[in-house]
Each structure stands twice: as structure tokens, then as C-alpha cells.
């Protein structure tokens, strides 16, 4: 086995940085947490030497919280619902952490749609936290330091974390690698409506809630709720432990939030009685850790120098259509390896 090789002295200063912030995330400081988030979503790859020590020293104190993702489509109400769900389970004595994934600005790389300002309530609630983070054009619109915010959000002592992501699509899916539940929010309609909604997403969803049901919704509200309750009975479930439900709620009026932590309540129950909750984050986990090794190499593959002067040539070639795809992909891992950047590299 290869020895490890020895720290140096800023590499000592770092550690001991990270490991004081983290000293102070998980004694409950808002700014040090603030400060650690930040830390974990930069790309600089200095800043990633801190975050992996910022870790070590979370992990300890984190995983004790219930990890729900909620999505639904643009209008479904989903902050209203986040708002209403979070300051209802702050009532109850939790400390809730909202991990809003935002769309990310083309321009500045920031987030555009600002959670803070579209849940003011929660954001002044003593024991609630919003952290908008931007997507970055990550897969499935989960921001790749997500699971990173969520070890830091339960190190400082939040017990519930919900994360809201951008919206219902074929790769939105990929909020299901990051939490313990996950919840599908709809909007009164049913039959059509029913079409309207990747049938992938509706056997995902652990959860099926129905907003706004109150006013002139509450008849259109029940029924969606029959008709998605009777679509369920049609697909396979896809662990034995738990049923998929559906509920209906208004997060406008308040009504039926409690039944929505009663069937949370009930999800965690059975599946840490069968095991499935503590096996699917082990699996999750080692999710991750390939994710990484994968955004990491494909990272030095783009910033090696052979690479890039590859690709002066196989690019142009590829879009002219006189070099096939697998052709100049197989050459730019050719250039990556060897160092090699010429464009007619063989392999």
C-alpha cells in the first residue's frame, strides 16, 4: 500500500480551520454553518481540501435527521407548502432546514428564484434555516453539494430537512439518491392530469400530496386524490415495507398538515423496523461516492492540456461529421492517458 502522503504546513492550517468551523457548525452557530455551506459548494480546489476536513469533522454529529425531497411542477405551490409544512413542524419542536435547489442564473451562476424572499415566514422562525443553492446545471437540477449542505444542516442540529428542487422532469429523479422520502406534490385535477406526470416520478414517490384543496378546489382536490389513490393500486410498489399514500392538504388554510408528518411519521417507522432505511442511505452513499469519482475525473479529463489541444481539432471534425462521436471520444481518453494531444492519436 502506498503511505500517505505527508501534510504540509498549510495543508495543517487548513485542517485546523475546517475542524474549528465545524466545531462551531455543530455548537449551533447560524454564521459558522452559513460560512461551511459556502465552503462545501465552491469549486476551488483548495477550498475541496477544506471541505473534505470540514466533513470528517461533521460526520459524527450528523445523520440523525429525516431526509424528505418534494417535487412537483412549476405552480403547484411548492413554497407555499414548504412554508406552511416547515412552520407547522417548528410548532411541534423540530428545527427544520429547507435546501431550496434554485434554477442557476446562465449569467452569474447564482441562484435566481431567492427561497428566503418566497418563505419570509420560515426564514424569521427561530428554529427553521433556508439555504437557497443554485443547481448549477447539475443533473436533475440537485446542486452536486447538496448531500454535503445535508450533513451540515443535521451537524448544527436540524432534525427535519426538506429539499425543495427546481421541478418535475425525466432527471429529476435524481433527488431520490439524496433523501429518506420522497414526496410528489400535485394540484387539484386528476383524469388529464394524470397524463400529464412521468409515470417514472409517481412509483418513485413514497408520498403523494394534493395542494390546494380548499375553496372552489376542495371537490377537484378529493377527486385527484381517488384518482392518483386508484392509479396506485395499479403499480407495483416498490418495497414491501411501505405503501405509497396519497393525501390532500391546502398549505394556504393549514389543513391536513398533520396528517402529512402522521404518514411521515409512519414511513420512518416501517422502514427502519424492516432495515430499508439504514441499507438505502448505505447505498446512497456509496452512490456518491462514485458520483464524485466521476464528476472528479471528468473534471481533469476537461482541464488536462492534451486534452484540450485534442479537442481543438476532434471537436470541429465532430460537428462537421467527419469524425464519428465514438471515434473522438475514444481519442480524447487516448490524449488524457498517454499526454499525447494530437487529434489522430491511435488506441
Known amino acids: 500500500m502506498t503511505p500517505a502522503s505527508p501534510l504540509t504546513a498549510s495543508d495543517t492550517t487548513a485542517e485546523a480551520a475546517a475542524h474549528d468551523l465545524g466545531t462551531k457548525v455543530v455548537a449551533g452557530d447560524l454564521r459558522a454553518l452559513a460560512r461551511a455551506i459556502t465552503l462545501l459548494e465552491s469549486g476551488r480546489a483548495d477550498h475541496r481540501v477544506q471541505g473534505e476536513a470540514l466533513i470528517r469533522t461533521l460526520l459524527p454529529a450528523a445523520g440523525k435527521s429525516i431526509r424528505i425531497g418534494i417535487t412537483g411542477i412549476p405552480g403547484v405551490g411548492k413554497s407555499t407548502f ?26 452569474s451562476g447564482g441562484s435566481i428564484l431567492g427561497d428566503k424572499t418566497r418563505m419570509e415566514k420560515l426564514a424569521r422562525a427561530r428554529n427553521a434555516y433556508i439555504r437557497p443553492s443554485p443547481s448549477g446545471g447539475t443533473l436533475g437540477g440537485v446542486a ?26 425525466q432527471s429529476e429523479t435524481a433527488v431520490k439518491d439524496l433523501v429518506d422520502m420522497f414526496l410528489l406534490l400535485l394540484a387539484p385535477g386528476g383524469g388529464d392530469d394524470l397524463q400529464g406526470i412521468k409515470k417514472g416520478i409517481v412509483e418513485m414517490a413514497d408520498l403523494i400530496v394534493v395542494n390546494k384543496a380548499d375553496g372552489d ?26 405503501l405509497p399514500q396519497v393525501v390532500k392538504c391546502s398549505a394556504v388554510v393549514g389543513d391536513g398538515l398533520d396528517d402529512i ?6 414511513f420512518r417507522k416501517a422502514t427502519q423496523g424492516s432495515g430499508r432505511f439504514d441499507s438505502q442511505r448505505a447505498d446512497q452513499a456509496r452512490t456518491w461516492m462514485w458520483n464524485e469519482v466521476n464528476e472528479t475525473l471528468l473534471g481533469e479529463l476537461r482541464a488536462a492540456p492534451a486534452v484540450r489541444s485534442a479537442l481543438a481539432d476532434l471537436e470541429p471534425a465532430v460537428a462537421e461529421g467527419t469524425v464519428g462521436p465514438s471515434e473522438a471520444a475514444r481519442r480524447i481518453l487516448a490524449a488524457f492517458r498517454t499526454g499525447d494531444g494530437r487529434a489522430d492519436t491511435q488506441a
Open 82 to 107: 414548504i412554508e406552511a409544512f416547515g412552520l407547522s413542524l417548528v410548532e411541534r419542536g423540530h428545527k427544520v432546514a429547507v435546501l431550496a435547489v434554485d434554477p442557476t442564473s446562465p449569467r
Open 261 to 266: 408528518w402522521k404518514s411521515v411519521e409512519a
Open 144 to 169: 452536486r453539494r447538496t448531500r454535503e449542505a445535508i450533513i451540515a444542516v443535521e451537524a448544527a442540529g436540524y432534525d427535519v430537512v426538506l429539499i425543495e428542487t427546481v421541478g418535475v422532469g
Open 217 to 242: 378546489l376542495a371537490p377537484a382536490a378529493e377527486r385527484a386524490r381517488r384518482d392518483y389513490a386508484s392509479a396506485l393500486h395499479l403499480l407495483r410498489p416498490e418495497n414491501s415495507d411501505w
